[in-house]
């Protein structure tokens, strides 16, 4: 898997929200290096757990922001982080607690989501939180 560049397509112009996912694009680049290199268990551990943390950080806050410019499909959207959110921590339960592997399967689904996700949802959401900015 080569790694994740963060391209002008995934660009909303709203800044804070670009940073936010241009680290969750790098924090997705470190996983895909421990899994290439090999890395012991524990490191890529520490790596997932920092992924999935600011997976948490950045939810809240979109959601806070969202919230904060009375965007209307908040619920709908909150409902796609939440699905997601489950999904990644039945992946890191079963990495974790049960001896399976981080397979590249599960990056691959990881990154789509991501992908279809700031393309898809969040783009929906630009124009209510710039008219809410202005
Ligand atoms: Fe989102």
Not at 31 to 58: F, M, N, P, S
Not at 81 to 89: E, G, K, L, M, S
């Amino acid at each position: 898997m080569e790694r994740f560049e963060f391209t002008e397509e995934y660009h909303l112009g709203l800044p804070d929200i670009d940073a936010q996912h241009a680290r969750l694009f790098d924090l997705f680049n470190s996983l895909i290096e421990v899994e290439k290199r090999g890395a012991a268990r524990e490191e890529i551990c520490l790596v997932v757990d920092e992924l999935v943390d600011y997976i948490d950080v950045h939810f809240k806050y979109e959601e806070w922001a969202l919230h904060d410019c009375a965007y209307d499909n908040l619920e709908e959207h909150r409902a796609k982080h939440a699905d997601f959110v489950r999904q990644t921590i039945d992946f890191d339960k079963a990495f974790r607690h049960h001896g399976e592997d981080l397979s590249w399967e599960i990056l691959y689904f990881l990154r789509q989501w991501l992908v279809d996700h700031i393309l898809v949802e969040d783009r929906q959401y630009v124009e209510a939180m710039k008219g809410a900015r202005v």
